[in-house]
């Protein structure tokens, strides 16, 4: 009986080789699994599973994850304002780790006794996948035929084509993974240190030009109305304002960061909805927490970030952060009103019933109705004492 291995397939020159690998030279059953976190059109997905049983695959199965993405993933990245140096919202990180842990709960439900992905040797997709892989199932063998047998692109052509798949590699300028949380972009310009992806590189060229005032709707940090329309599904008001925002070129950027190998890498990405986003959320929240939740949110989300980006999603501790974070959004519900224009947007201002910016305590540096000069006048005294004494003595 032949072995059976689970493959995370995508349908690329890479996953096309190890499925002929797999089954042709190692004698196994493959069985493929594309997990769709929100990427890929129903056409695109016929011709992924078409392609899969072509190549000699013993069953396809595509997994529908985007709803649990969001629910289980994305929206705490959104509570946690999450951007990794301060640019890129994990696009690709929490996609990779989220269809990694998919692909694992697959192999195991199957009973497969291996599973196998087509990462190189070169970046962080394997570190995700080899991770999710062992901590889901553990007993299964791990079999990375790109990693180990150290092809080269032009190997793994001639490997096809000896095997009879005439299928026309052409090699794209730019390399394009596209997501519900964002696009990555890579090409010859992101392999240096200077370059700067042309306007032609970009997925979503510019066909709007005149400025337009949206309203983002919240409700306890979820984003649940864009431009007067309610969604019951984030999911859905994520890509309706990736649909306004996107013709703009708004959400454009190039990321340099650190990889888990201990690299520094860059990629181009566009990502307006998670950007926008993200930028409202966090001003709705400078409205309405309290300066040591929003000080104790971003200790705590830019490492969650780290950690997703890093393959860590399944430590323990990631789910006790997500509570704290969630236990922060009871008040983050309100209206952000936000201007889109050619490559840019601008946050005009928000509207919150917990708007602690209420003019029945003050207005700063106009007028005080909660306290009077004398006790500033002492809180000032008070604050200050312990350093007052420190000079006091240091000058002696």
């Known amino acids: 009986m032949s072995q059976k291995v689970v493959l995370a397939f995508s349908g690329g020159l890479d996953t096309s080789f190890c499925v002929k690998y797999l089954s042709e030279d190692r004698g196994m ?20 599973e078409e392609r899969a049983y072509s190549l000699g695959v013993k069953k396809h199965v595509t997994m529908a994850k985007t709803d649990d993405y969001y629910q289980q993933c994305l929206k705490f990245l959104v509570y946690g304002n999450v951007l990794k140096n301060n640019t890129y919202p994990l696009s690709v990180s929490a996609e990779r780790i989220f269809q990694a842990i998919a692909a694992a709960e697959y192999a195991r439900e199957i009973g497969a006794s291996a599973i196998a992905h087509g990462s ?3 970046g962080n997709d394997q570190v995700r ?17 790109i990693r180990d047998l150290r092809l080269s692109r032009e190997a793994e052509i001639e490997y096809l084509k000896a095997k009879g798949v005439d299928q026309e590699w052409h090699k794209a300028a730019y390399s394009i993974n596209k997501g519900l949380w964002g696009t990555s972009v890579g090409g010859r310009e992101t392999l240096t240190s200077n ?4 306007e032609a590189a970009w997925p979503t060229q510019v066909t709007e030009t005149e400025p337009k005032t949206i309203t983002l709707d919240f409700e306890k940090g979820e984003l649940v109305g864009v431009a007067g329309e309610t969604f019951g599904n984030p999911v859905d008001a994520i890509r309706k304002l990736t649909a306004l925002a ?4 708004i959400g454009r950027d190039i990321h340099v960061g650190d990889t888990i190998i201990g690299i520094k890498g860059r990629v181009g990405f566009e990502a307006p909805a998670p950007l926008i986003i993200i930028k409202a959320h966090h001003t709705l929240e400078k409205h309405v927490l309290t300066k040591w939740q929003m000080y104790w949110k971003d200790q705590m989300a830019n490492w969650y970030g780290t950690m997703l980006h890093e393959g860590q999603f399944m430590d323990p501790v990631m789910r006790n952060i ?8 009871n008040h983050v519900t309100g209206k952000v009103h936000v201007q889109l224009a050619p490559y840019r947007f601008t946050v005009l201002g928000i509207e919150s019933a917990y708007d602690l910016m ?6 700063y540096g106009e007028m005080n109705n909660a306290w009077t000069g004398d006790d500033v006048r002492g809180f000032s005294k008070v604050m200050s004492n312990q350093v007052m004494i420190y000079e006091k003595i240091k000058n002696q």
Request: no cysteine.
């Open 120 to 122: 190189t040797g070169a």
């Open 358 to 363: 209420s003019s029945v305590f003050g207005s």
């Open 129 to 145: 996948f080899d991770m999710a892989f062992r901590i889901i199932a553990p007993d299964a063998e791990i079999i990375t035929p």
């Open 195 to 198: 370059g700067y992806l042309p």
């Open 29 to 48: 059953e493959v069985y493929s699994v594309l997990v769709d976190t929100g990427g890929f059109s129903d056409a695109e997905l016929k011709a992924i």
């Open 322 to 329: 997500e509570t704290f974070l969630s236990d922060t959004q």
């Open 246 to 249: 996107g013709p703009y070129g």
